[in-house]
C-alpha cells in the first residue's frame, strides 16, 4: 500500500511485465534515461529522476488500461490494440491513440491449417472449428469472409448483436498451434514471428489477419500532456539512432550533386567546405566534407556508391542518441 500512495501525480506507463516485447521495451527506457528499479514481485515501479511510475502488466491488457484511461501510456503490440478495438470499439472518451511504431517485435496473425491436410483456402474454413487467442478480430475476419458486414463486436453497450457466423470460433489462451493436432480445430489463428513453431507443429498459413509491430499509445486524456510529450520525444530520439548512422566523407565540390543522391540524409547533408593548403592547385582546393544520417541498412552500399563516384575518407560513426524533426 505504501508504493500505491506514491502514485499520485506520478504519470502512469504501462509495460510488458513478459514475454517478446518486455527486453526491447526495458532497453528501449534505459536509452531514454527512464531509470527506476523494480523489486521483486512488485508490478509497480517508480521512476527515480522523473514523476512517471511504470505499471508492468500483460501485453495484452494494456490496451484496455490506456483505453480505459487507467494509464497514461504504453507499449504493447498493434496486433493487441487491434484486438482491443475489435471487442471495445472506441468512444469519445475511452480508447487508445498510436503514438509511434517501435519497429521491433515484427509478426503476423495468420490463419494456420495442417499442412497435409485437404484445406487449401481460408474460404474451406467457413462453417469449420476455428481456435484463437484472438477472437475479436478472429470473428471480425470471418464475419467479412461470410459477406458479413463488418464493424466491431462490442460488450453489452452495443446496441445491435455480432453477425451469427456459420464457423465455430473457440478462445485458448495458449498451445494455440496443438489445436489441430489434438482434433479442436480445422484451422487456427496465430501470431507467427519466424515461423518455426508453426512449421514444427505441421501447419501452414494461408492468409494473414494483421502484420503487428510494437506500438507506444496513449489514452485520449492523459493527466500530463508535457510528461507524455518528453517521452515520445525520447523515445523517438532513441528509435532514430537505432536505425541510422552518420556518414562523413570528402568529394570533390564539382561531384557534390551525385553526392547529394547517394547521401540525401533525414532533410539534407550538411557540407563543409575542406581547410586545404593555399599551396595546392585549384582542384585540390575546391574539395569538401560532407555528413549525412544514412539507414544501417543501407550503409555498405551507399559506401560502395560514394566510392565509386569519387569520394574519400570515407567514415561511419554510430549515433548514442537523437532529436530529429
Not at 508490478?43 to 508492468?56: E, G, Q, S
Not at 484445406?119 to 470471418?142: E, R
Not at 458486414?149 to 455480432?162: I, L, R, Y
Amino acid at each position: 500500500m505504501e508504493l500505491v500512495n506514491h502514485l499520485e501525480g506520478r504519470l502512469l506507463f504501462a509495460v510488458p511485465k513478459k514475454g517478446r516485447l518486455q527486453q526491447a521495451t526495458l532497453d528501449l527506457l534505459a536509452g531514454s534515461d527512464i531509470q527506476f528499479k523494480r523489486e521483486t514481485r512488485l508490478d509497480i515501479a517508480l521512476v527515480k529522476n522523473h514523476d512517471i511510475a511504470l505499471v508492468f502488466l500483460p501485453a495484452a491488457d494494456i490496451p484496455t488500461f490506456v483505453g480505459e484511461g487507467r494509464v497514461d501510456l504504453g507499449i504493447t503490440g498493434r496486433d493487441q490494440v487491434a484486438e482491443h478495438e475489435a471487442t471495445s470499439p472506441s468512444t469519445e472518451y475511452t480508447g487508445v491513440e498510436e503514438v509511434l511504431d517501435l519497429g521491433f517485435g515484427t509478426c503476423k496473425l495468420q490463419v494456420q491449417v495442417p499442412e497435409k491436410g485437404d484445406i487449401q483456402g481460408v474460404k474451406d474454413l467457413v462453417g469449420k472449428n476455428i481456435v484463437t487467442s484472438f477472437t475479436g478480430l478472429t470473428n471480425q475476419y470471418f464475419a467479412q469472409l461470410e459477406g458479413h458486414e463488418v464493424n466491431s463486436f462490442s460488450t453489452e453497450e452495443s446496441m445491435t448483436a455480432p453477425p451469427k457466423l456459420k464457423t465455430r470460433i473457440k478462445y485458448v489462451g495458449g498451445s494455440v498451434e496443438a489445436a489441430c493436432a489434438l482434433g479442436l480445430a480445422d484451422g487456427i489463428v496465430d501470431l507467427v514471428e519466424s515461423g518455426e513453431t508453426m512449421k514444427a507443429a505441421g501447419l501452414k498459413a494461408i492468409d494473414t489477419v494483421i502484420t503487428s509491430t510494437a506500438v507506444l499509445i496513449k489514452s485520449k486524456h492523459p493527466s500530463n500532456k508535457k510528461v507524455v510529450d518528453m517521452i515520445h520525444s525520447r523515445i523517438r530520439g532513441v528509435i532514430t539512432a537505432q536505425r541510422y548512422i552518420l556518414c562523413q566523407y570528402n568529394i570533390p565540390r564539382a561531384l557534390l550533386p551525385i553526392a547529394r543522391e547517394i547521401t540525401p540524409g533525414r532533410r539534407a547533408p550538411t557540407v563543409t567546405s575542406l581547410d586545404a593548403d593555399e599551396k595546392a592547385d585549384g582542384d585540390d582546393r575546391d574539395w569538401v566534407a560532407v555528413s549525412s544520417m544514412v539507414a544501417k541498412k543501407e550503409i555498405a552500399g551507399v559506401m560502395d556508391r560514394l566510392e565509386e563516384a569519387g569520394a574519400t575518407d570515407i567514415l561511419v560513426l554510430g549515433i548514442e542518441n537523437s532529436r530529429t524533426g
